[in-house]
């Protein structure tokens, strides 16, 4: 009788664990169906349509991630390359000169190791009489845009500022 109690007890312990596995098993798949987007369907869609429609969108996933991976590796690419030759020396601080009546803003864009540019500058419009009203920077990435607002003397407003940008200029492209 001892056989008969312990084959019973051990049959409903069995069903038991598998029901608790199919139990969990239909609440992975409910919450794996939850996070799949659908079509707008009213009715139930079965088990293997499920995985299928899960499996599917994991694939699309993959394949949009790696799409979006090499296009972000190329741009990557393009700013390190475009950064590089700014920072290596290829290309050649570049000076904008803009005058507006008897004042004139200057825009100087160099590397990181322009400082000894931006001194002659300053240098060179303090030579040339301009009052140095306000001079800031700003750093993005390798490269340095220095901003100068000057006060260039009322006798020849436009004969100063042209002189000015003309050395600057001859300044730059001679360094």
Not at 160 to 170: D, F, M, T, V
Request: with cysteine; aromatic share 4%; proline share 3%.
């Amino acid at each position: 009788m001892e056989n008969n109690t312990q084959a019973t007890s051990s049959r409903t312990d069995r069903k038991l664990v598998e029901r608790n596995r199919r139990n969990q098993m239909k609440a992975l798949y409910s919450k794996l169906n939850s996070l799949v987007p659908h079509q707008n369907s009213r009715e139930p869609i079965s088990l293997p349509d499920q995985l299928d429609e899960a499996t599917n969108y994991i694939k699309k996933l993959q394949t949009n991630m790696e799409r979006l991976k090499e296009r972000k590796d190329s741009l990557m690419g393009t700013v390190r390359r475009r950064n590089a030759s700014r920072s290596s020396g290829i290309k050649c601080p570049e000076i904008k000169i803009q005058e507006m009546d008897s004042a004139l803003e200057v825009v100087l864009i160099t590397g990181l190791d322009g400082q000894f540019i931006f001194n002659e500058t300053i240098r060179v419009l303090h030579e040339e009489g301009a009052d140095i009203v306000n001079a800031s920077f700003s750093v993005v990435n390798d490269i340095i845009f220095h901003t100068m607002h000057c006060k260039v003397g009322d006798s020849a407003p436009g004969f100063g500022a042209a002189r000015i940008s003309g050395r600057l200029n001859k300044f730059l492209h001679d360094a």
